[in-house]
């Protein structure tokens, strides 16, 4: 018979080729954009949205060489194609080479297409990235007080954008600023590798982002997003590098994603103390499905710790996660006000984790001294099921707040194998009510098993999100 770890392992590899598979054939047989300028070779994808005019960044005199700065080649490139937003639509095709880079904005119905061997290049000169002011529900920088350098790819107020490609590589190159960071040499906040701010309708997909400067992916103040068939990698150790930050976004979709980490894999967020409880935009109508997950010192799915905003209809599904530090775990405390609620998950395959369920409302990191003791979190209706976990340190530490009991708590077919070394007290649970059903080990008192007849209390939703009915169209890139 096959362990728990081969059945992993072989899940590990079919993730992999999985991914490779989507990446590498994007989509079957497609049908041309009209008026697009015609190349040598085609290329097939799928995306919300199919382009009126294509061009390649060689046509504003971009060099691969991995030397010579394209900075001013893209931004050129994007605002020369933004004419073309009430024309169909337009898409920077990016060929093979090394497309050394600082930072650029995007513009609407616009498409940046990579090809398979194309790597964006991080520059590594700081004055290739402006300072811009700290998002306003987070009142400033996370690693400095001030401002924040803009991250490598930015958009704001925008519509239909859409960043794909043959599973090219943008790459951050991330330790330069890691290096800053320990160093406490840093004026501003890292940059992230990619942001788009209120904006509406966004499709990122088949792209690897690699070694980012802190935070991956980062659409924020926008809804209607779709992020499929995404690698993100970046060394077990390195800095903040959290993989996929939906920040007070509604309607988004995270799939077919594959990610390693020195953060958390996803983290859903929604401002930060008194800026996020002022801003009071939440993250809400959140589907995630097929996500494998290493990080060794964060979690495979965050909500919070800045979710002072709220949170609220987060679906995850058929989520693996190997050598990862907790499955899901609410970060909060007093001072961050908001809400959690409303979260469901079911069918998680775990291996090698210090905590299965981790509940923290002690959480301390301020944006500021100004946040209010008496802002403290509602914490309700939270939903696991159908759980498979092996060499397991410590089933769970839920813990509430003194005064603000958390609610809801549901846990119910979920077997957890305990390491040899585990604790000796596989449950700490403190400020909390719920109910199980069907778990081994047995949970804490204040979860009490209500028998197996009910291993499948725990709610999940079976209506869709709309994002979820949101079908892609087969488009063509036609290249050199």
């Given at each position: 018979m096959f362990s728990l770890f081969d059945l992993l392992s072989q899940m590990r590899d079919m993730a992999w080729l999985f991914i490779a598979v989507v990446m590498a054939v994007g989509s079957v047989a497609g049908v041309e954009g009209r008026n697009v300028r015609l190349l040598e070779g085609s290329m097939d994808y799928t995306a919300i949205n199919c382009r009126g005019h294509s061009a390649?960044?060689?046509?504003?005199?971009?060099?691969g060489d991995g030397k010579t700065l394209n900075t001013r080649a893209f931004q050129e490139a994007v605002n020369t194609l933004s004419q073309y937003g009430s024309d169909g639509g337009a898409q920077l095709y990016v060929p093979a080479g090394q497309w050394l880079t600082g930072s650029f904005n995007l513009t609407s119905h616009f498409t940046l297409f990579l090809h398979k061997d194309a790597t964006l290049l991080a520059s590594q000169d700081i004055n290739e990235w402006p300072v811009i002011d700290p998002l306003p529900s987070y009142g400033h920088g996370r690693d400095a007080a001030g401002g924040r350098y803009i991250s490598l790819i930015f958009g704001t107020n925008l519509t239909d954008v859409i960043i794909t490609g043959d599973n090219g590589t943008i790459d951050g190159q991330g330790l330069l600023w890691w290096q800053k960071f320990h160093g406490k040499?840093?004026?501003y906040t890292r940059?992230?590798?990619?942001e788009i701010m209120y904006s509406d309708t966004i499709q990122i997909s088949n792209v690897t982002f690699l070694n980012s400067p802190a935070w991956n992916v980062h659409p924020v103040y926008s809804s209607n997003i779709l992020l499929q068939g995404?690698?993100?990698?970046?060394?077990?150790?390195?800095?903040?590098?959290?993989?996929?930050?939906?920040?007070?976004c509604s309607n988004t979709r995270i799939e077919d994603t594959y990610i390693v980490s020195g953060d958390d894999c996803v983290a859903v967020k929604s401002g930060w103390d008194e800026y996020g409880i002022s801003y009071g935009m939440p993250t809400e109508h959140l589907v995630i499905k097929r996500l494998t997950c290493i990080s060794p010192y964060s979690a495979a799915i965050a909500l919070g710790s800045e979710m002072s905003g709220g949170i609220q209809d987060v679906r995850a599904e058929d989520i693996v996660a190997i050598n990862t530090e907790s499955a899901v775990r609410i970060k909060t405390g007093v001072g961050r006000g908001?809400?959690?609620k409303d979260i469901y998950v079911k069918g998680m395959t775990l291996h090698t984790m210090?905590?299965?369920?981790?509940i923290t409302g002690n959480y301390g990191s301020h944006a500021d001294t100004h946040w209010d003791p008496n802002a403290v979190p509602v914490i309700q209706n939270i939903n696991y099921r159908d759980i498979v976990a092996e060499n397991v340190?410590?089933?769970?530490?839920?813990?509430?707040?003194?005064?603000?009991?958390f609610t809801g708590i549901c846990i119910s077919n979920a077997t957890i194998g305990m390491r040899v070394k585990a604790k000796k007290v596989p449950w700490t649970c403190s400020d909390v009510e719920g109910v199980t059903s069907g778990v081994v080990p047995k949970p804490c008192d204040l979860l009490p098993d209500q028998g197996p007849?009910?291993?499948g209390m725990c709610s999940f939703p079976q209506e869709k999100l709309d994002i979820e009915n949101v079908e892609l169209k087969k488009c063509s890139y036609v290249m050199t």
């Open positions: 390649s960044i060689t046509d504003f005199g971009g060099v040499k840093l004026k940059p992230y590798l990619l995404i690698t993100i990698l970046a060394p077990i150790q390195s800095p903040n590098t959290d993989g996929i930050n939906p920040d007070s908001g809400f959690v210090k905590w299965v369920f981790w340190t410590m089933a769970a530490r839920l813990e509430g707040i003194s005064g603000d009991t007849e009910k291993i």
